[in-house]
Structures are given as structure tokens and as C-alpha cells.
């Protein structure tokens, strides 16, 4: 993983292989996550991506991020203990505006913030949409 030259903070024993990261916002994995894409294809990758100076993507500890796509604008908060599929996606935002007015179509998206909440279990294929919060267990 090439964390510090994407300006991650990270904690103790973080792992991964084949990991997506654009950072232009805040990351941050806490310890002993593990963030692993598959050799299926693009599909089961797992990325990390912050699109906005204040977006933040914060990830607790013991965490297993599996072929996971999250996509940030404003702020996704996974707390300890949370396990992802492969093919899930993460996105707190509405990717682009839809108008018939051009101008209207160039401002940034809606969005809103995600939290997933202590040993949370995201099967495979999940979408996890803007405004959601997932409860603990």
C-alpha cells in the first residue's frame, strides 16, 4: 500500500493488496485493517477515494474491507469490528446532478454523510447510499 504518499493516517499492522486510493480529502485506517481486492477483476477491487478537501473517509480498528469501493464527498465513518463482500459500494454522494440546465448539471453533487456503526457485517453486492446510518451489531 502506498499510504504516506497519498497522505493516509494509519495505524499499526494495516494491510492490503491491489488497493484504489485518490485522496484529496482526509483518510484514515485505524489498526489492524485489512483492505484486500480481488484477482477477479475491477469488480472485487477495493478503493478509498475522497473527492473534496473536506471529505473524510475514517475507518476503525479490526476492520476487513473486502473488493469495497467507497466513494466520498462529505464524510463515511466505519467504526471497530465491521466486515465488507466484495462488490459493495460506499458512496455518500449522488456522483452528479441531473438538469436540463447546464449550469445547474456543474454544481457539486448532493451529499450527505454515512456512518456504520460497531461489528457491522455488509454482505456481498451491498450499496450503502448518502444519509445512512447502520446500527451497531
Not at 500500500?1 to 493516509?8: A, E, F
Not at 469501493?69 to 455518500?92: A, K, L, N
Request: proline share 3%; aromatic share 8%.
Amino acid at each position: 500500500l502506498k499510504l504516506k504518499s497519498n497522505n493516509i493516517m494509519y495505524g499499526k499492522r494495516v494491510r492490503g493488496y491491489r488497493v484504489y486510493l485518490n485522496n484529496h480529502g482526509l483518510i484514515k485506517l485505524g489498526d489492524d485493517v485489512s483492505l484486500n481486492s480481488f484477482p477477479g477483476g475491477a469488480y472485487y477491487r477495493t478503493g478509498l477515494q475522497t473527492y473534496c478537501e473536506n471529505a473524510k473517509i475514517i475507518i476503525g480498528n479490526h476492520c476487513r474491507i473486502n473488493g469495497t469501493m467507497i466513494h466520498c464527498r462529505e464524510s463515511v465513518v466505519i467504526d471497530d469490528y465491521c466486515m465488507f463482500g466484495p462488490g459493495t459500494v460506499i458512496c455518500d454522494n449522488n456522483s452528479h446532478r441531473i438538469s436540463s440546465d447546464i449550469y445547474e448539471r456543474l454544481k457539486a453533487p448532493e451529499s450527505a454523510p454515512i456512518i456504520i456503526k460497531k461489528n457491522v457485517w455488509v454482505g456481498m453486492n451491498s450499496l450503502i447510499l448518502k444519509g445512512v446510518t447502520i446500527g451497531e451489531n
